[in-house]
């Protein structure tokens, strides 16, 4: 790895079984990538439910963030992969609720239906970038 790029994880030993980071920062920039609702042993934590997986991905995404003394008012851009439109809106409350603690605004956002994601508990997924 770049001695220019670090790297966070959440679960850790799930994140280096399937080679990724649940964030990487370069610069001033922060990458916060495929956030899913999984526990430490990789199960799913709101199994059908989308309003319990979106408070475990948002609570996620604030710890990264505060980490790197930054909140959601640092973000830029968010994408959100979602398998079924009928779990957007209660997934969409909860994220809604998670910026408005912290900013009046938004950042720029794509919602995009997927088939499938890393195993079909999970309902959502969220990226990001954040600037610091």
């Known amino acids: 790895m770049n001695d220019k790029i670090q790297t966070m994880h959440i679960n850790e030993n799930i994140e280096k079984g399937y080679g ?3 964030a990487a920062r370069a610069g001033d920039t922060l990458y916060i990538g495929g956030l899913v609702s999984w526990n430490d042993q990789g199960e799913t934590i709101g199994t059908n439910d989308a309003e319990a997986q979106a408070n475990n991905i948002y609570a996620q995404i604030k710890k990264i963030l505060a980490a790197h003394d930054a909140s959601f008012s640092n973000v830029a851009s968010e ?10 809106e209660p997934a969409f409350e909860v994220r809604n609720r998670y910026y408005k603690e912290d900013t009046p605004t938004y950042p720029s956002a794509a919602a995009i239906q997927v088939n499938s994601l890393i195993n079909e508990d999970l309902l959502i997924e969220v990226q990001m970038i954040a600037h610091l």
């Open 79 to 88: 994408t959100i992969y979602i398998t079924d439109w009928a779990a957007a």
């Open 20 to 22: 990724f980071s649940a």
